[in-house]
């Protein structure tokens, strides 16, 4: 049974439906890497203790392959694949995508080192440091007068008119073998939680701007080898959350947005690749207000994590869920105990999008 309410959503999903993991592959890529190592899983039992539960982890991304968020997983990956399949003979490449800010540094960061171009479009609202981070890296930056879908169109065009590479975090259809590929780098962050934990949590909350990072933690826990017993759920600010619509509609829906200070959730359509797997396999979907956001942000910083507001989306959300009025109900549906161990991701660091 659905149960909605103006901030959240639980759903009963198919307990026998599964997917086709991750590659090895993109694992193996990944420790191929200068700098790569395993991002910590932080214990915080103080927030445990707030929640109910008896650990919650943290899954701290604020520093992962030298930038300050988990993008750098499927920039990596994808553009390695795409380069892979052009002809070398062509020249350095002009890497395009739109941004929100970490995905779009780390598709010029990329770019840099292999040699290549990078053109980076933004939306309206982007702050001024993860601004200044993307031209650190020596890309071009063109702001558009929109929304981030709206950047998403404006980027396609300048890959069409330049005859660049659409690095794209998002798919539509047509346009689905890129972002793919940026999800199936993210496996690299679950499976290290696996190895981290040695054993399947009882809840992930998940950040969601158009659903990739969502997806690959459905992927990863819904895989044909797994027990499948990890609720998942993902969050989303207030003003941006179109997979928690789109769950309530029971189709994918695009929604107006407006300023949040989780900039890279910023985002009004959920991705054709990962909302059937969203649909098929989360448990349910929050929204959190940017207060929440921002005091989750110095919550953490006072317990020596350095998370921006993306990353206090989590914590925020398990608020939510697992405390005040009507918990007993929500945490009976997504089965939590005070036995349960719940993973919460920092996505991003301070230094990728201060609160």
């Known amino acids: 049974m659905t149960t909605p309410d103006s901030a959240w959503l639980l759903r009963e999903r198919d307990r026998s439906w599964t997917c086709e993991g991750a590659s090895g592959e993109v694992v193996a890529f990944h420790q191929s890497l200068d700098g790569y190592a395993h991002t910590p899983l932080v214990s915080l039992p103080s927030l445990a203790e707030e929640l109910g539960v008896a650990r919650v982890l ?174 998942v759920v993902s969050v989303e600010p207030e003003t941006a959350a179109c997979v928690l619509a789109s769950l309530r509609a029971g189709e994918a829906v695009s929604i107006p947005t407006s300023y949040t200070v989780m900039a890279g959730l910023n985002c009004g359509t959920p991705s054709t690749l990962a909302w059937p797997l969203l649909h098929a396999g989360l448990d349910g979907a929050v929204s959190v207000t940017d207060s929440a956001a921002q005091t989750a942000v110095h919550d953490l910083a006072a317990q020596g994590l350095e998370a921006g507001p993306c990353g206090g989306a989590g914590v925020a959300a398990a608020r939510v869920l697992l405390v005040g009025e009507g918990a007993d109900a929500r945490r009976s549906a997504l089965g939590i105990t005070s036995e349960s161990t719940v993973v919460l ?8 999008n201060p609160a």
């Open 345 to 352: 991701l920092v996505t991003e660091g301070s230094e990728a």
């Open 58 to 231: 943290m899954k701290d991304e604020s520093l992962r392959l030298g930038l300050p968020a988990f993008k750098a997983l499927g920039a990596s990956w994808a553009i390695h694949r795409a380069l892979a399949e052009r002809d070398a003979d062509l020249g350095p490449a002009l890497l395009v995508t739109a941004t929100d800010g970490n995905h779009g540094r780390a598709v010029a960061r990329f770019a840099r080192l292999l040699g290549h171009r990078a053109h980076i479009v933004i939306p309206v609202g982007v702050h001024p440091v993860a601004i200044a981070a993307i031209e650190s890296e020596g890309a071009r930056v063109t702001m558009v007068e929109g929304s981030y879908d709206e950047a998403v169109a404006a980027a396609a065009e300048v890959a069409r008119v330049e005859g660049g590479i659409l690095v794209q975090d998002t798919a539509w259809a047509g346009y689905e073998t890129i972002p793919a590929w940026i999800v199936e780098g993210y496996a690299t962050l679950f499976a290290e939680i696996d190895e981290q934990l040695a054993t399947e949590p009882d809840l992930v909350i998940v950040p969601v701007g158009v659903g990739s990072l969502a997806q690959a933690a459905v992927t990863h826990y819904r895989r044909a080898d797994c027990a499948g017993s990890t609720s």
